[in-house]
């Protein structure tokens, strides 16, 4: 489960990062492209919040010393 924890925390992370990003090149995630209908300042801490929340699993599924 933590192999799991670490891909999905890294994925998350990477979209996040991306979502950052892409607007400058004109692009965007199209199931992303929600939020920014709630104003930039919500929308960047949408995109903040899941470069963390991903940061957070991907160090939480590291392997413990014991195994």
Do not use: H
């Amino acid at each position: 489960t933590q192999i799991i924890m670490r891909f999905f925390g890294a994925f998350i992370a990477i979209v996040g990062l991306l979502s950052i990003v892409l607007p400058y090149v004109g692009m965007n995630f199209m199931f992303l492209n929600w939020v920014n209908n709630w104003g930039p300042g919500v929308s960047w801490a949408i995109r903040g919040g899941l470069v963390i929340i991903g940061l957070i699993m991907y160090i939480a599924g590291k392997p413990s010393d014991r195994e």
